[in-house]
């Protein structure tokens, strides 16, 4: 039986760095960063721990500026 759980860590001030899901202990879903500030730093998708899918890179401000697809080629 798979398990999908919530996942966090924190910097070490406390705020928010990484949100996402772990599936039997992988990266699984949509995940997203933060910087100390708590604007975005980044946010994406995993299938089973690889990257997948449009990846998205935010400014300082916390808007997109980059946009990278890792899906991987076949």
Do not use: I
């Not at 999908?4 to 992988?26: I, P, V």
């Not at 890179?57 to 916390?62: E, S």
């Amino acid at each position: 039986m798979s398990d999908l759980t919530l996942f966090e860590k924190h910097h070490k001030d406390g705020s928010l760095w990484a949100r996402g899901q772990m599936l039997d202990g992988a990266m699984h879903g949509y995940w997203e960063w933060f910087r100390v500030d708590g604007t975005k730093l980044r946010s994406g998708h995993f299938d089973k721990g690889a990257q997948t899918g449009e990846w998205v890179t935010y400014d300082k401000a916390g808007t997109p500026y980059k946009v990278t697809d890792v899906t991987p080629k076949s």
